[in-house]
């Protein structure tokens, strides 16, 4: 029982088009997906930051590029990902600072 304990498998529901399947997530892929949930979160934070007008504009291109990589299965490439996503993020910050928009 500890065993199935530490296995930590987590139930997640898959998008309507496969809703009645579950799929069971392993410890490090919860923590993988737990990470770009994280980064996508900050990044819709960074965005209030933004002028009025590119607010929108600036959600959809985040939302389009989280999206884009939604199925992707390769645990090496979304860690690439979240790495340059964070990279992209705090540029953006830096520059809406630069800006005076806090």
């Known amino acids: 029982m500890l065993l199935s304990l530490l296995a930590l498998e987590v139930f997640v529901e898959?998008?309507?088009r496969e809703s009645t399947m579950v799929r069971y997530l392993d410890?490090?892929?919860?923590i993988v997906r737990a990470r770009v949930l994280k980064l996508y979160r900050q990044a819709l934070r960074t965005a209030r930051r933004a002028p009025t007008h590119a607010r929108d504009e600036l959600r959809q291109t985040m939302r389009q590029?989280?999206?884009k990589?939604?199925?992707c299965d390769d645990k090496q490439k979304i860690r690439f990902l979240i790495s340059e996503?964070?990279?992209r993020l705090k540029g953006l910050d830096e520059m809406l600072d630069m800006m005076g928009h806090s």
Not at 27 to 30: D, G, N, R, V
């Open 14 to 16: 898959l998008p309507q």
């Open 27 to 30: 410890l490090q892929s919860f």
């Open 65 to 67: 590029e989280i999206e």
């Open 69 to 71: 990589n939604r199925y």
């Open 85 to 87: 996503g964070l990279q």
